[in-house]
């Protein structure tokens, strides 16, 4: 190659430029020693003939990004999702997004399956599932060190008439407990549980809730509440028991000892009257 032309040409006047300052400086000087090729970036040496820019000016930005539209999410499940942020840097940075899982989206205007990101490095998701669901980072690089921000995707799922947040922790079901019925609307629901006493045969439980996320409960049971009755009657039968017999005890003893008091008075009357 003997000849180049440069005239015309979008150049990036930063440190991807530089190839030009480590050629032999005679094609250097021959190939530049125009007004005519000017930078056509960064803003502050647009137009500006290289071969006026200083060495110093071939520099590169280390990559930013400045901002996102917002840092935390909440999308209904299988809903569209698009995260906006703000890049800065020279060399234009290039954008990868990595989901929770550690899935990578790399690249400006590419598409992977329901994710896109777009040349201005806004990722789209056509529908977010629960893969979507805790924090994503987007990176920002180029020649130089990265940058890095997180997003946090929270991802609704809706289950009958209840709204249930991706990271909102709630309470077990009992496990002695099986659910039968439920009705939506004032939500009223019938359950059998596990018995656990051998002298139990039937039990059941009626929940009744204004809403899917709580219900209370009260036990009905009849074997119990027959078992409790029984034990009741049984006491009673006891206490009446103890009560006669401490009058009949009583009783006995009243008349032995009037019948000792006759007899002792007779004795008395004999001796007075020998």
Same mark, same amino acid.
């Given at each position: 190659?003997? $000849?180049?032309?440069?005239?015309?040409?979008?150049? $990036?006047?930063?440190?991807?430029?530089?190839?030009?300052?480590?050629? @032999?400086?005679?094609?250097?000087?021959?190939?530049?020693?125009?007004?005519?090729?000017?930078?056509?970036?960064? $803003?502050?040496?647009?137009y500006a003939p290289?071969?006026?820019? @200083?060495?110093?000016?071939?520099?590169?930005?280390?990559?930013?990004?400045?901002?996102?539209? $917002?840092? &935390?999410?909440?999308?209904?499940?299988?809903?569209?999702?698009?995260?906006?942020?703000?890049?800065?840097?020279?060399?234009?940075?290039?954008?990868?997004?990595?989901?929770?899982? #550690?899935?990578?989206?790399?690249g400006r205007n590419?598409?992977?399956?329901?994710?896109?990101?777009?040349?201005?490095?806004?990722?789209?998701?056509?529908?977010?599932?629960?893969?979507?669901?805790?924090?994503?980072?987007?990176?920002?690089?180029?020649?130089?060190?990265?940058?890095?921000?997180? /997003?946090?995707?929270?991802?609704?799922?809706?289950?009958?008439?209840?709204?249930?947040?991706?990271?909102?922790?709630?309470?077990?079901? @009992?496990?002695?407990?099986?659910?039968?019925?439920?009705?939506?609307? #004032?939500?009223?629901?019938?359950?059998?549980?596990?018995?656990?006493?051998?002298?139990?045969? &039937?039990?059941?439980?009626?929940?009744?809730?204004?809403?899917?996320?709580?219900?209370? #409960?009260?036990?009905?049971?009849?074997?119990?509440?027959?078992?409790?009755?029984?034990?009741?009657?049984?006491?009673?039968?006891?206490?009446?028991?103890?009560?006669?017999?401490?009058?009949?005890?009583?009783?006995?003893?009243?008349?032995?000892?009037?019948?000792?008091? /006759?007899?002792?008075?007779?004795?008395?009357?004999?001796?007075?009257?020998?």
């Amino acid at each position: 190659m003997t $000849q180049v032309h440069l005239t015309e040409n979008p150049l $990036q006047c930063n440190c991807l430029l530089s190839w030009l300052r480590e050629m @032999p400086s005679h094609f250097v000087h021959s190939a530049l020693d125009s007004s005519s090729v000017v930078c056509n970036g960064p $803003q502050k040496l647009r137009y500006a003939p290289i071969v006026n820019v @200083p060495d110093k000016y071939f520099l590169c930005i280390p990559p930013k990004v400045l901002r996102c539209k $917002q840092t &935390t999410y909440s999308v209904d499940i299988n809903q569209p999702l698009s995260i906006f942020c703000e890049f800065d840097g020279d060399p234009v940075p290039e954008i990868k997004w990595t989901r929770p899982d #550690g899935h990578e989206y790399n690249g400006r205007n590419t598409s992977t399956g329901a994710y896109e990101v777009t040349q201005n490095g806004t990722l789209i998701v056509d529908g977010v599932t629960m893969n979507d669901y805790g924090e994503w980072k987007v990176i920002a690089y180029n020649k130089t060190a990265p940058d890095e921000l997180s /997003v946090t995707v929270h991802v609704v799922t809706t289950t009958g008439s209840t709204l249930t947040m991706s990271n909102t922790t709630t309470t077990p079901k @009992p496990t002695t407990t099986k659910l039968t019925t439920l009705a939506q609307n #004032g939500l009223t629901a019938a359950a059998t549980p596990e018995l656990t006493n051998p002298n139990l045969t &039937t039990a059941t439980t009626m929940y009744t809730a204004s809403d899917a996320t709580r219900l209370s #409960g009260e036990w009905m049971d009849s074997a119990q509440t027959k078992i409790a009755n029984d034990s009741g009657f049984l006491i009673g039968l006891m206490v009446t028991a103890a009560i006669i017999s401490s009058f009949v005890t009583v009783s006995v003893i009243a008349y032995c000892l009037m019948k000792m008091f /006759v007899i002792l008075t007779n004795k008395v009357s004999n001796r007075a009257a020998a």
